[in-house]
């Protein structure tokens, strides 16, 4: 696919630059499954591997079904109109929704059995332990996320964590899928600073109302993001920005280093995706997000700090 024909794209509400030197694709590492010194190879400099068709397409559509009933039932669907499109009613909104993750056993084996944890497997070189919380995002018309990197969000455990972002159905460009920017795994200065952050550490001589919020407290700024500027923040650090035409089978797997976000929905469809997190079994886990009953970003994994 030319940039030369892509349709106007929006990060942050802001019009991206989609010439060639500052926009780009996702580089396909499908052909590297099976040559696991490869895929580390790729992870390593790129700080991502893109993995079309990778999964089974049907197992994915099947679990989209789940999460689109359940939307559907929430009211959030257009009425009369196939849950499977997830067209959105008039006057709705959605972004971030848990519940459609909770209790489905389709999410479930596509995240974390057969081909994903196979792939997994060979990244890490040994047995793999997932997070027992699973993200998932169901995006409405006009929403997008901003650029930030996992690291701050679950860096209490391993740092060599990764991410899988899973399209939970197909995503073209105008549904607004994941971006990440180009080599920012390797910006030494970023990961010493806002990448040794953590967003449940607070302030404690600034401690007031912020305190209960997701990086409130004078840590990081309220949510945890690096900014709400995809243009700007890309000037700073160099490099493009990167996505793909995704469909149902496909996954990204990154670095929680690697500077990410999505473009803006600009269709009549909420978008749904799945953040799921793997390591080492071997090695130290973010105890925030384990168990039957992750504490998450709740006040029992909130620290202290004089700032």
């Not at 650029?147 to 701050?152: A, K, L, Q, S, T």
């Not at 305190?211 to 923040?233: D, K």
Request: negative net charge.
């Amino acid at each position: 696919m030319s940039t030369a024909t892509l349709p106007r794209l929006t990060a942050g509400k802001l019009e991206l630059d989609l010439s060639p030197e500052h926009f780009g694709f996702l580089q396909s590492s499908a052909d590297l499954v099976g040559q696991p010194e490869a895929l580390r190879a790729r992870m390593e400099e790129e700080g991502y591997l893109f993995l079309p068709g990778v999964l089974n397409r049907d197992d994915v559509l099947t679990a989209r079904r789940v999460c689109a009933e359940r939307l559907a039932e929430k009211g959030l669907l257009l009425e009369g109109s196939d849950p499977m499109d997830c067209l959105i009613r008039p006057g709705a909104d959605s972004a971030f929704d848990i519940s459609l993750a909770k209790d489905n056993a389709p999410l479930m084996h596509v995240l974390y059995d057969g081909p994903m944890i196979e792939v997994f497997q060979q990244l890490i070189g040994g047995d793999v332990l997932h997070f027992d919380y699973t993200w998932f995002r169901a995006v409405a018309p006009g929403r997008g996320t901003p650029p930030h990197m996992d690291i701050v969000y679950m860096g209490r455990g391993t740092k060599r964590l990764y991410t899988a972002w899973t399209p939970i159905g197909d995503v073209p460009l105008e549904t607004g899928g994941l971006i990440v920017l180009e080599h920012s795994h390797k910006h030494d200065r970023l990961n010493q600073g806002y990448g040794a952050k953590d967003v449940d550490t607070f302030c404690e001589n600034r401690r007031d109302a912020s305190f209960a919020q997701m990086g409130g407290g004078g840590n990081i700024r309220a949510g945890g993001a690096l900014s709400e500027n995809p243009v700007r923040l890309r000037e700073r650090l160099g490099g493009r920005w990167l996505t793909a035409d995704f469909r149902a089978g496909d996954v990204v797997l990154f670095s929680v280093f690697l500077v990410h976000g999505s473009l803006d929905n600009h269709s009549q469809s909420i978008r749904l995706s799945s953040d799921s997190r793997y390591q080492s079994a071997a090695e130290p886990a973010d105890h925030r997000w384990m168990g039957a009953n992750p504490i998450a970003h709740g006040p029992a994994g909130k620290r202290g700090m004089i700032c």
